[in-house]
């Protein structure tokens, strides 16, 4: 028998008869690998485990603890889904759009005549367990694209003829479980016996391929994991944030509102702006004493602007427009043109430099309908944004004193966060030899300041490179928040200089830089990661005070005065409501601390302290109350118990 070299990771080959699997080799290394493998890659290309070597190859077993072995494990679930709706509501009345894995899950994509609901996922999931327990083999088909375009039209599956129009390869591959066929690269589990655990989450409409001028269909999100217990832990932490939801919170709390009068266009009300203004304050005072000087600029600009800057090239789909003096105007989607404008109106030495400008802008974006979600994603936000102007010499201590300041903010609400540095995208400005400067410079000021990190690939802005800053919430969560970018185009584009040492003109280097990068969002992580009970610092009212009787009103309202005076924000319950529920109503509210007065406390100038979380702390003079909480209030200090999550 012919016999070939199978070449490992680590270097070391080993010897096997040509057409051995690549399951067959990983169970030749060692049980325990075998039971874990879902998938090889062979030569660099992703393979199912029944792939045969017949010549010498580089190896690599994906295993289902890795993220490429549990994406595999997903897909393969939502191809069991997909098999499960057509055989629940008939091959010839459903049409299959797209069904990948995602984080955390997978959905499948379907034109059905009518809308899916709760009830038919537990229809699905029922069949879907049926045909787990068939034991199928997903078996690969690969064959010519005309071929597979003439299959795909006999079975009248539009959505997948289409896709398949559009690929370059010659040769294409379809996976066949039992009798269902659909069009996918690969790889797959060996068989649907391999699923263990999965749940299917929810329905939603979905535009097929994001458009909204396309056909609406039936979104089916599920999830899948390889033990049931971590399928439970999965469901436990969706429950959890079910109840931390910022659009229920927002409106529980009274803190914002979203109107079909304006989708996508968040409305503050007066407690959300106290935390939006809380946040603000916090922000400037910091860049205040790092040296920024704040700037405002105008909402419109005249388009001439946004194709000098390459936005009308590279963002014009998302920006809105409008006519000024039969002239088209933009409504800014990035602060960074109104920037440059005002470093342009003056003349600017190497002795001014670094110019650090700071602007809380209000940017609009055209999002699509269906990508809409609370604060997460709106079509229009306030950018922390700031724009450092800087000689190429001072590159690293800016973007190390930028770091410095990101982790100073992000420490305040105890966030833990990991960095990625993004690199070109396909459309870029500039020339390759510019964005390798860029990218080499922010590498380096990573690696300077002992930061992990990871690369993320075509992800850069289309002027520059960048890194990313991704908060990681309590339920484990990432999201992208802070964002720093370097730019040598829009110097170059806008003409920037300024009076070098030696007399002459010189370009300057541009950093883009947001820490909270959209307020609205910023807050909608806050209210999810606190669950509503925000650090004293924060929390819209600090403390109520609850009278047992009308008797104690007047002491009430002086001690709401005097507090008030000393800057917390109070409030007297003054309803005639028993105490037990007024208490719970301020738990509810997750109002940090409530003063309960009666002819005790009148009578010896007390206060009866209660905290949200820890109950009664007993009576306590104002003064020392006083104290206590204005020094919280200084310090930023956060409770560290449990939330209770009602």
Sequence with gaps: MEEVDVTLPDGSSLEFEAGITVKEVAFSIGPRLGKAAVAGVVDGEPVDLDYSLNEDVELEIITIDS????????????????????????????KLAIGPAIEDGFYYDFEVEENFSEDDLEKIEEEMERIIAEDLQFERIELDKQEAIDRLKELDEDYKVELLEEIEDEQVSLYQQGDFVDLCQGPHLLSTGEVKAFKLLNVAGAYWRGDENNEMLQRIYGTAFPKQSLLEEHLERLEEAKKRDHRKLGQKLDLFSLHNEGKGFPFFHPKGMVIRNELIDFWKEEHRQAGYGEIQTPLILNQEMWKRSGHWDHYRDDMYFTEIDEETHAVKPMNCPGSILVYKGQIRSYRDLPIKLGEFGLVHRHERSGTLHGLMRVRNFTQDDAHIYCLPSQIEEELSEVIDLVDTIYSAFDFDYNVELSTKPEKAMGSDELWEQATSALKEVIIANDLDYEINEGDGAFYGPKIDFNLEDCLGRSWQCGTIQLDFQMPERFDLTYIGQDGEEHRPVMIHRAIFGSI??????????????????????????????????????????????????????????????????????????????????????TVSVRERREGDLGAEKLVDFKERVLTEIENKGQAEEELDIQ
Excluded: C
């Design 67 to 94: 993220e490429e072995g549990l994406e595999i494990y997903r897909h393969s679930v939502a191809h069991i889904m997909a098999q499960a709706v057509e055989n629940l509501f008939g091959a010839d009345e459903v």
């Design 520 to 605: 609205e969002r910023f807050i909608g992580i806050l209210i999810e990661h606190f669950a509503g009970a925000f650090p004293t610092w924060l929390a819209p009212v600090q403390t109520t005070i609850i009278p047992i009787t009308d008797d104690h009103l007047e002491y009430a309202e002086q001690i709401k005065e005097e507090l008030q005076v000393a800057g917390i924000r109070v409030e007297v319950d003054a309803r005639q409501e028993k105490i037990g529920y007024k208490i719970r109503e301020a738990q509810m509210q997750q109002i940090p601390y409530m003063l309960i007065v009666g002819d005790d406390e009148v009578e010896a100038g």
